[in-house]
């Protein structure tokens, strides 16, 4: 089987490559390789690479930046979505995409499930979401993953953002009235490989298990880090804006995946110390080199 991978280069990318290539013949491309608001790229690239399946981890996902450039942000969550699918739709190829929880507005104190009513707050949420509407408009063979908070060791991330703060700052402030699910791009990767293994269709949510305020994950970062003499002060939204409103509430019920596929996901405590591990045997690799 031949796997495509849009976005190859990125922190979900680039771990799909890793995972997938093990097992099948995988191709990942990139935003050098080709443009995605270009329907003639688009064709072109999916066509010259006979893939069985096309795995879209090309995303604008700059939250704040989408409200300044929403144009942009819209041109590659949305329209490039539509392009790749009515690609994947004339050749034949099936289509694995990803969402984002910020489609839900944060208003129920229970998980999503998958056909719960949107709405979006900010300009990614709503691209996102018309990326979704395009891709069930053109296509009747994929998989759509709505996933959270992800971190992993290709991008900038929440994880490593903490990290190097707290090694400057010694005070630190994290909202405590957003709640979610982190999830470990290598525990997503897997996932999606569990999905493709059982020839899978349809909508799924996938994060790791678990759920916590952005000051709580924040508070296992540092403790797991070994950090020490780290104070970090619990605040609201309203004392640390953005210019992107977010859900207060945004986590995702797994169910439907982990009764299909008979696997559940890690929890997040135990993905993130998988993580931080893996951090200090690159920091020691690097320092002897």
Same mark, same amino acid.
């Given at each position: 089987?031949?796997?495509?991978? =849009?976005?190859?280069?990125?922190? =979900?990318?680039?771990?799909?490559?890793?995972?997938?290539?093990?097992?099948?013949?995988?191709?990942?491309?990139?935003?050098?390789?080709?443009?995605?608001?270009?329907?003639?790229?688009?064709?072109?690239?999916?066509?010259?690479?006979?893939?069985?399946?096309?795995?879209?981890?090309?995303?604008?996902?700059?939250?704040?930046?989408?409200?300044?450039?929403?144009?942009?942000?819209?041109?590659?969550?949305?329209?490039?979505?539509?392009?790749?699918?009515?690609?994947?739709?004339?050749?034949?190829?099936? =289509?694995?995409?990803?969402?984002?929880?910020?489609?839900?507005?944060?208003?129920?104190?229970?998980?999503?499930?998958?056909?719960?009513?949107?709405?979006?707050?900010?300009?990614?949420?709503?691209?996102?979401?018309?990326?979704?509407?395009?891709?069930?408009?053109?296509?009747?063979?994929?998989?759509?993953?709505?996933?959270?908070?992800?971190?992993?060791?290709?991008?900038?991330?929440?994880?490593?953002?903490?990290?190097?703060?707290?090694?400057?700052?010694?005070?630190?402030?994290?909202?405590?009235?957003?709640?979610?699910?982190?999830?470990?791009?290598?525990?997503?990767?897997?996932?999606?490989?569990?999905?493709?293994?059982?020839?899978?269709?349809?909508?799924?949510?996938?994060?790791?298990?678990?759920?916590?305020?952005?000051?709580?994950?924040?508070?296992?970062?540092?403790?797991?880090?070994?950090?020490?003499?780290?104070?970090?002060?619990?605040?609201?939204?309203?004392?640390?804006?953005?210019?992107?409103?977010?859900?207060?509430?945004?986590?995702?019920?797994?169910?439907?995946?982990?009764?299909?596929?008979?696997?559940?996901?890690?929890?997040?405590?135990?993905?993130?110390?998988?993580?931080?591990?893996?951090?200090?045997?690159?920091?020691?690799?690097?320092? =002897?080199?």
């Amino acid at each position: 089987m031949n796997i495509l991978v =849009l976005g190859s280069n990125g922190m =979900l990318g680039s771990d799909l490559v890793s995972r997938l290539g093990s097992t099948y013949e995988v191709t990942g491309k990139d935003i050098d390789d080709f443009d995605i608001t270009s329907t003639g790229d688009c064709h072109e690239l999916i066509a010259e690479s006979h893939a069985d399946i096309v795995i879209n981890a090309a995303a604008y996902t700059n939250v704040d930046g989408c409200e300044d450039h929403e144009e942009e942000c819209f041109a590659v969550n949305a329209e490039g979505v539509k392009n790749v699918a009515r690609a994947c739709r004339t050749l034949g190829s099936k =289509l694995i995409h990803f969402s984002t929880d910020y489609v839900f507005d944060g208003s129920k104190r229970t998980s999503y499930a998958e056909d719960d009513p949107f709405n979006p707050l900010n300009a990614y949420g709503r691209s996102k979401l018309q990326g979704e509407q395009y891709l069930r408009e053109c296509s009747d063979n994929y998989i759509l993953i709505r996933t959270a908070w992800l971190y992993g060791k290709n991008g900038k991330n929440f994880v490593d953002t903490i990290i190097a703060r707290a090694k400057i700052d010694k005070s630190l402030k994290v909202v405590d009235d957003q709640i979610g699910s982190p999830t470990y791009t290598v525990d997503l990767a897997a996932a999606v490989e569990h999905l493709i293994y059982g020839n899978h269709r349809g909508t799924f949510h996938v994060t790791n298990r678990g759920h916590c305020s952005w000051y709580e994950f924040a508070k296992k970062i540092i403790a797991y880090s070994g950090l020490s003499d780290i104070d970090i002060e619990p605040v609201s939204t309203e004392r640390f804006p953005r210019k992107a409103q977010r859900p207060h509430y945004s986590v995702l019920s797994c169910k439907k995946f982990s009764e299909i596929t008979k696997k559940a996901m890690r929890f997040w405590q135990v993905a993130l110390k998988d993580y931080l591990n893996r951090l200090d045997h690159m920091t020691v690799r690097a320092s =002897l080199n």
